[in-house]
């Protein structure tokens, strides 16, 4: 019998999913496409402010939120004013990246794909262990994923269980409804360790498909001496 690792920040009060905000005060985290106008990165990168303390969910929508404070200002203007929808026919999650941390004013948010000669390019089973680092300390992991059918899509992971050789990702998707009384909308099973970089092996169980989890956005807390990864070697230290 397995029990599931949550991230920290997340609470359930019978009814919704809730996470207690950059205010202290707790609020429903889940976001639906459609609720902010945009693309289903956006609403990833939301909900994962929210669940890294960053933003409130009022800041998604409360203009005079953005008056009072400098970074809301910025997030808002970044993402939601001009509603830059996100894919890899648009904004990629690099860019993504470099947007977040204009508005942090510093380099706090990180991406990790498994796409040879791009920035922070890991071997498979390094992308998979910097996902599973996060998750075992609390913090939730934006993961992309291309689909072997067409298309791509991107989904928040905010715990996991670890079956042999096979990690089930519990993830919000903005794509989908969140049920009563759910906590997670979407499973996706990695296969852990898998060496080839090409295989569709990873499962998106809401679909029924075969998927190849390629890209992940981590958000770190200031200041940065606890990442996984050496940056002069590139090597995760596992």
């Known amino acids: 019998m397995f029990t599931p690792k949550f991230i920290k920040n997340i609470s359930f009060n019978g009814e919704l999913l809730l996470a207690t905000g950059r205010s202290g005060e707790g609020a429903p985290v889940f976001v639906r496409q459609g609720d902010l106008d945009s693309s289903y990165t956006i609403y990833c990168l939301m909900m994962l402010l929210i669940l890294h303390k960053n933003l409130d969910r009022n800041d998604l929508t409360d203009k005079e939120r953005a008056d009072e404070d400098d ?28 947007k977040l941390n204009i508005c942090f004013n510093a380099k706090l948010s990180e991406t990790y794909t498994i796409s040879r000669g791009k920035h922070n390019s ?17 913090k939730p992991v934006m993961i992309g994923f291309k689909k072997e059918i067409g298309g791509v899509h991107a989904v928040v992971a905010i715990g996991y269980i670890k079956e042999g050789k096979t990690m089930r ?7 989908h409804p969140l049920g009563y009384m759910q906590v997670w909308n979407n499973v996706i099973d990695l296969k852990y360790y898998q060496l080839c970089d090409d295989d569709y092996t990873d499962y998106n169980y809401y679909t029924g498909t075969q998927i190849i989890v390629d890209e992940i956005l981590i958000i770190n807390d200031p200041p940065q001496e606890d990442l996984p ?8 230290p596992f």
Not at 122 to 138: E, S, W
Not at 229 to 236: L, Q
């Open 71 to 98: 970074f809301v200002y910025s997030i808002q203007r970044m993402f939601l004013e001009k509603l830059n929808g996100c894919c890899r026919g648009g904004h990629k999650m690099k860019e993504i990246s470099n």
């Open 122 to 138: 890991v071997f498979r089973p390094g992308l998979h262990k910097i996902i599973k680092y996060y998750l075992d300390n609390g």
């Open 169 to 175: 990702l519990f993830c919000l998707d903005p794509e």
């Open 229 to 236: 990864f050496n940056e002069e070697s590139n090597k995760i």
